[in-house]
């Protein structure tokens, strides 16, 4: 496919794989040659693991690990695929940035399973500098069962010593946790302390032990629905959900605001290749070759 013009971008998104000889332009000096920034994303690596066709988007949690983190449970969430939409907009718009200093285009190669190991960077460099007998739950971090569930915040041996303190005056048994001094003494007696913070935050309601963690200063909250989230006073004063302007349903747009002007939605979202024969017009593709694209299904 030969495209003139010396401007645009291509993005061709939820590739199972993207092999050489698929690319829309013949070669990488033929992108660079039209400064154009062509963009794939993939689930996985051009050189390495391709999933087969019709394989499910979510199987890159558990080709990277994350469902292994989540104790074999596949997350509830599209966090990855919409990680790899910021991931492809941040590569994107770096590369027309280098575009409008060296007039040069980009061969850009978005994988998803790239997107979901950089979610866990700490994580995937521990690994990569410890092996997995070194893996340790953090009793500081942890979630905790209550009249519904109790997150607690306190990694530290600080955070760690006002926490027990704190239990102390309450009258619970500490069994000397507040004197850990180091990572190493709370990495030691990590399986010790989640058993007595479990037990200790069973007496009281998951509302209880967010308000006792704030009034002694320390970070825990109560886990919330989604419900809840997309309800609350701090969600509700900022303009994250937006009307589309045709009526469609509430959307969140942007998760960051400007003094001025900022994202906001002007049109409904686009069907799926609503503008295909707009943009490729734009590219300098005669109607009869985009003809010719869609009856080879190219488009």
């Known amino acids: 496919m030969r495209i003139s013009s010396p401007k645009g971008l291509i993005g061709r998104p939820h590739e199972p794989a993207v092999p050489a000889h698929a ?24 050189a390495g693991h391709c999933a087969p066709d019709g394989t499910p988007l979510w199987f890159s949690r558990a080709l990277s690990g994350v469902i292994d983190r989540c104790h074999g449970r596949k997350p509830a969430v599209a966090f990855i695929d919409y990680a790899s939409g910021y991931n492809a907009a941040f590569a994107i718009s770096a590369a027309l940035f280098a575009r409008s200093r ?11 399973l790239d997107t979901a190991l950089i979610l866990m960077a700490p994580q995937a460099a521990a690994h990569l500098y410890a092996d997995d007998s070194d893996e340790w739950a953090d009793a500081g971090l942890g979630a905790y069962p209550t009249a519904g569930v109790f997150v607690l915040g306190t990694p530290t041996p600080e955070q760690n010593r006002r926490l027990w303190l704190a239990l102390r005056a309450d009258g619970h048994p500490t069994h000397g946790y507040e004197d850990l001094a180091t990572f190493e003494d709370l990495r030691r007696h990590a399986p010790a302390l989640t058993r007595a913070l479990g037990e200790i935050f069973r007496t009281r309601t ?4 967010e308000q006792w963690a704030h009034d002694h200063g320390l970070a825990g909250e109560r886990v919330q629905t989604l419900n809840e989230a997309v309800t609350q006073e701090q969600v509700r004063h900022r303009p994250l959900f937006q009307s589309q302007p045709d009526g469609d349903p509430t959307v969140p747009v942007a998760a960051f605001t400007y003094d001025h002007d900022g994202p906001h939605l002007t049109r409904r979202s686009p069907g799926f290749g609503e503008h295909t024969d707009q943009i490729l017009e734009e590219l300098g593709t005669s109607p009869q070759e985009i003809k010719q694209l869609r009856a080879a299904g190219v488009i």
């Open 23 to 46: 690319d829309l332009v013949g070669d990488h000096e033929g992108v660079t040659g039209v400064g154009l920034a062509l963009a794939a994303v993939a689930r996985d690596e051009r």
């Open 102 to 112: 060296d007039g040069q285009g980009q061969h850009i190669d978005c994988a998803m």
């Open 206 to 209: 998951a509302d209880d032990w």
